[in-house]
């Protein structure tokens, strides 16, 4: 099976900055692939570039082994491409289940007399978030009520219901506690389970290092290291992430 999305020698720059350069990167479907680096490493950019914000100097991008050529974030949504950024695009004062759909609520009715569906919203979104580990038993309650990981993950249960194939998270954990990243990462491995091909965008190689089958590690807009779970430590992680080279 070709990877779901694959990127090949893809260089970024913008004018004589040079924020890509030489990046190879292949994600398969049903794998968590963690893609690390310090701030400035450029992981930013190829989140950008993943997800059609951005499109590269050169290089290819590929999906499902087809060369593309993403114009925007829409076309990436059309090949069931889903970014959920840190800060969410969620508003904390509606409902969940208006969250959930967010402008693409199911209706009933016809003409004059066509209205949201509520009954059938807020019982798909209680059951898509059971799905994802979250148990909402009202629906109605307003966003702002759940702790930082259940809203992360609500927008991850609302980007596989609405069809996602790769999901590519970025910077998820960052304002996150403990507990609250674990209710994340819980999510994360249930989207794995259901063969949804994942990209953990983070610095944190601790947080990483669970949930990852493959680590991707970005220094200064270029690969420094690429390996699977079984041939990386946390401790190694972190060196490469440092910039240290070698074992």
């Known amino acids: 099976m070709p990877p779901a999305i694959a990127v090949s020698d893809v260089g970024k720059r913008y004018g004589s900055v040079v924020a890509l350069e030489g990046v190879t990167v292949s994600v398969h479907a049903g794998t968590v692939t963690c893609l690390l680096g310090d701030n400035g490493a450029g992981k930013s950019t190829l989140v950008k570039v993943l997800s059609g914000v951005e499109q590269p100097t050169s290089g290819r991008y590929e999906i499902d082994g087809e060369g593309v050529r993403l114009g925007s974030p829409l076309e990436a ?3 069931g491409i889903a970014t959920v950024y840190q800060d969410l695009a969620v508003i904390p004062l509606m409902s969940v289940w208006r969250n ?7 209706t009933r009715g016809w003409g004059p007399l066509r209205r949201i569906d509520v009954d059938r919203c807020a019982q798909v979104a209680r059951e898509e978030l059971e799905r994802a580990g979250i148990d909402v038993r009202d629906p109605s309650r307003p966003m702002a009520s759940l702790s930082g990981g259940e809203r992360q993950a609500v927008a991850v249960a609302r980007a596989l219901y609405f069809g996602a194939k790769v999901l590519i998270l970025d910077e998820p954990t960052a304002a996150l506690g403990v507990r609250q ?6 999510a994360v491995e ?6 949804v091909a994942v990209v953990f965008v983070t610095h944190n190689p601790l947080q990483a290092h669970p949930v990852g089958d493959r680590f991707v590690v970005l220094q200064r807009g270029r690969v420094v290291a690429d390996a699977a779970k079984d041939e990386v430590s ?10 240290a080279a070698g074992p």
């Open 234 to 243: 946390v401790e190694r992680l972190t060196r490469w992430m440092a910039g």
């Open 190 to 195: 249930r989207a794995k389970r259901r063969g």
């Open 181 to 186: 990243s674990g209710i994340l990462l819980e």
């Open 100 to 106: 959930f759909f967010l402008g693409s609520e199911p």
């Open 77 to 79: 949504r059309a090949h």
